[in-house]
T-cell receptor
Framework: EAQVTQNPRYLITVTGKKLTVTCSQN?????MSWYRQDPGLGLRQIYY???????DKGDVPEGYKVSRKEKRNFPLILESPSPNQTSLYFC????????????????FGNGTRLTVT | AQSVTQPDIHITVSEGASLELRCNYS??????LFWYVQSPGQGLQLLLK??????LVQGIKGFEAEFKRSQSSFNLRKPSVHWSDAAEYFC????????????FGTGTRLTVIP
């Protein structure tokens, strides 16, 4: 089954303790992206990746890192989490080859609810 | 820069009634437009999309949306709502660039009453 898999689904941590949220897709998609969803703000893009070893900042990248060493994986790293990063996080992927990626709909994972105390 | 406005935070309709969810966008050119649905505890699922051509687009689950350039709108409609349609709906606009970056509205929560 074609899917985007995020882990963990729920995570509670303390301020400053490094964490990684994993994301994996089995559709051989080139494009992957991370969003955070907050009440009243909708979804905002954190980082995206057009292909292996190609990443770029979205609208709210501060406090986050990503890497794209393999096509299928796109982990989100919080080096020093803070309470304002408490949110619902979504990973998404789509087909696309460079400039045509906007023609492809996004496939979303089921989300990771992160609480930072 | 593009933006999306969904003026209705929460809508309640009776099962079997018609539905219209509003979406207004701001973009300097013809945008790509999408509607996504999010069921509780799930990720977002694409309902339909508009890229070009016919301004009335059909999607899954009996939904349709109409692109009206003069009104900068892309409203979602369904003639008869089912209880399983209760969810949160997001409108999104995509720039015609290579980054597949979507800008999402803040969402409309739909409640369906029997």
């Amino acid at each position: 089954e074609a899917q985007v898999t995020q882990n963990p689904r729920y995570l509670i941590t303390v301020t400053g303790k490094k964490l990684t949220v994993t994301c994996s897709q089995n559709m051989n998609h080139e494009y992957m992206s991370w969003y955070r969803q907050d009440p009243g703000l909708g979804l905002r893009q954190i980082y995206y990746s057009m292909n292996v070893e190609v990443t770029d900042k979205g609208d709210v990248p501060e406090g986050y890192k990503v890497s794209r060493k393999e096509k299928r994986n796109f982990p989100l790293i919080l080096e020093s989490p803070s309470p304002n990063q408490t949110s619902l996080y979504f990973c998404a992927s789509s087909e696309g080859q460079g400039r045509s990626s906007y023609n492809s709909p996004l496939h979303f994972g089921n989300g990771t609810r992160l609480t930072v105390t | 820069a593009q933006s999306v406005t969904q003026p209705d935070i929460h809508i309640t309709v009776s099962e079997g009634a018609s539905l219209e969810l509003r979406c207004n966008y701001s973009y300097g050119a013809t945008p790509y437009l999408f509607w996504y649905v999010q069921s509780p505890g799930q990720g977002l699922q694409l309902l339909l999309k508009y890229f070009s051509g016919d301004t009335l687009v059909q999607g899954i689950k009996g939904f349709e949306a109409e692109f009206k350039r003069s009104q900068s709108s892309f409203n979602l409609r369904k003639p008869s709502v089912h209880w399983s349609d209760a969810a949160e709906y997001f409108c999104a606009v995509g720039a015609r660039t290579g980054a597949n970056n979507l800008f999402f509205g803040t969402g409309t929560r739909l409640t369906v009453i029997p």
